[in-house]
C-alpha cells in the first residue's frame, strides 16, 4: 500500500517525513536538536520546539530527503506555500562508504518506464543490490556487509571544472545499472577527488570490479530489479 509523507505542522514552518524514502542515517536525532527531533516523543517532531533557521539546517542535512520542510504560508490554517522550500544544490554524486550513493541537486528519478518517481534535491540510492525498497537505500548494506570505501574507479569523466546546474535525471534501468543524464560533480567518499561530467551508468548491483561505475556484473550476479 503507498504511503503519503506524515505532516508535522508549525507556527513558521511545517516538517514533512516520508518513512519509505529514510535509510536511518540519523542526521535528525543525532543533530542535539532533540526538542524537535525525538523518536521516543510522539509525535517525534515537533517543528515549533526551536528557531526554524536551526530546523531548517537539520533537515537539510536528511541525505534521503525523507525530511522536508515548506514554511507556513497562512499562521491560522498552517497552509505551504510549495512541497518545499529548498533551493536545489549544484547537481553531485557522492558514494558513501560501504552504504548508499548520495544525490543532490536538482533531481528528476524515473524508473526504467520513464514515470517519474520523485522530483526533490536530496535522495539516497542504494547501491549494495540489496534494498528492498529500490531504488531508494533501507539500510540493507548493513546486514549485508557491503563493503566499498567510495573511491572513483576508471572513468572517462573528466577533471576539469564545468558547470554543475540544471536538471539532473537519474532513470533505472531493468536489471541494470542507474543513468544519469545532465551536468555534474562526482565526488569520492573523502570528497578528494572530484570529476565532471553529463552521462554516467552506475552500478546498482554491488558486484561492479570498478564501482561507482557499472561494468556489467549484474548480468553475471542475476541481478533484478526495475
Known amino acids: 500500500m503507498a504511503t503519503h509523507p506524515k505532516k508535522y505542522r508549525g507556527e513558521v514552518i511545517n516538517v514533512t517525513y516520508d518513512v519509505k524514502r529514510c535509510m536511518h542515517a540519523a542526521e535528525c536525532v543525532k543533530s542535539g ?9 510522539r509525535p517525534w517532531v515537533n517543528p515549533d520546539g526551536a528557531d526554524a533557521d536551526k530546523v531548517i539546517d537539520v533537515v ?7 525530511l522536508q520542510y515548506a514554511f507556513v504560508e497562512d499562521a491560522d490554517t ?10 536545489p544544490e549544484t ?3 557522492r558514494p558513501q562508504p560501504d552504504s548508499a550513493l548520495y544525490v543532490r541537486g536538482d533531481i528528476t528519478l524515473k524508473d526504467s518506464d520513464g514515470n517519474v518517481l520523485e522530483q526533490t534535491t536530496r535522495l539516497a540510492l542504494c547501491r549494495c543490490g540489496q534494498s528492498n525498497n529500490k531504488p531508494f537505500c533501507d539500510y540493507s548494506h548493513h546486514d549485508a556487509a557491503f563493503e566499498d570505501g567510495g573511491a572513483l574507479g576508471t572513468t572517462n569523466l573528466a577533471d576539469a571544472v564545468v558547470d554543475t546546474d540544471g536538471l539532473l535525471e537519474l532513470q533505472t534501468t531493468p536489471n541494470g545499472p542507474l543513468l544519469v543524464n545532465g551536468n555534474f560533480a562526482l565526488r569520492n567518499a573523502s570528497h578528494s577527488r572530484i570529476l565532471y561530467g553529463d552521462k554516467a551508468a552506475l ?7 570498478n ?3 557499472c561494468d556489467g556484473s549484474h548480468s553475471a550476479a542475476g541481478f533484478t530489479a526495475e
Do not use: I, W, Y
Not at 35 to 40: A, G, H, L, S, W
Not at 78 to 87: A, K, M
Open 33 to 41: 536538536l532533540s526538542q524537535v527531533f525525538d523518536m521516543n516523543r
Open 60 to 66: 537539510e542535512r536528511c541525505p534521503s530527503g525523507a
Open 78 to 87: 498552517h497552509l505551504n506555500t510549495s512541497e518545499t522550500n529548498e533551493s
Open 91 to 93: 547537481n553531485s554524486v
Open 203 to 209: 552500478c546498482r548491483c554491488g558486484q561492479s570490479k
Open 211 to 213: 564501482k561507482p561505475f
